[in-house]
């Protein structure tokens, strides 16, 4: 956020019960949540039109606002995505069960009825979770994709994205002090020549 806030007006958002925000933990919760609170607060700025940087989950969050509001994202970083690859579900839900645990002291409305709902409604669809392969080949968004390299951000589906998608373009390596002025060129570059001139 620092170093491109030299270039762009750059926005941090603390989703849901990350950060300082907090809010009620339901079975209803999902990915449709957190991207209604993405357009809400860009509606509250002002803001038509935007760039979309997300890392781990929030590649994801960036993937549905790219779904969702296709006229409004300019274009789109994807560092580390997350998705299913190679039997991986059962660590996302896993790492859920945990931030579930660590929320429930402070969220009485979250019994375990709630809990596993919202966690099928976050980790039990397929692919990167918040869209599907079809989505990512239609998707005219132009991407930059910074794959990972773990059991939760596997590099498989970042390559896979980037190979669907008709405007992709794949950043590797990117990661480490070594790589760290070139990263931050190519995403610097890549938002500049995608951002729009009116």
């Not at 762009?8 to 449709?32: C, H, K, L, Y």
């Not at 949540?33 to 860009?42: C, K, V, W």
């Not at 660590?102 to 709630?114: F, G, I, N």
Request: proline fraction near 6%; hydrophobic fraction near 40%.
């Amino acid at each position: 956020m620092e170093e491109l806030s030299d270039t762009f007006q750059v926005i941090g958002m603390d989703q849901r019960n990350a950060g300082n925000s907090v809010a009620p933990i339901t079975a209803e919760d999902g990915w449709d949540g957190y991207r209604e609170d993405q357009l809400a607060l860009m509606d509250h700025l002002g803001l038509a039109r935007f760039h979309a940087m997300g890392g781990c989950i929030g590649s994801s969050f960036a993937l549905g606002l790219c779904q969702a509001a296709p006229n409004r994202v300019t274009a789109a970083v994807l560092q580390n995505p997350i998705g299913l690859s190679n039997g991986n579900r059962p660590k996302f839900n896993a790492m859920f069960e945990d931030w579930s645990d660590q929320m429930r002291p402070t969220h009485a409305e979250l019994d375990d009825s709630a809990a596993a709902a919202f966690r099928d409604r976050m980790f039990g669809g397929d692919f990167v979770f918040t869209v599907d392969r079809d989505f990512v080949r239609s998707c005219k968004t132009p991407l930059l994709v910074m794959p990972g390299g773990d059991d939760f951000h596997p590099r498989a589906v970042a390559v896979e994205i980037v190979g669907l998608a008709p405007d992709a373009k794949l950043l590797s390596p990117w990661g480490g002090d070594a790589n760290r002025a070139n990263t931050l060129n190519e995403v610097r570059s890549f938002l500049l020549a995608h951002t729009p001139g009116d």
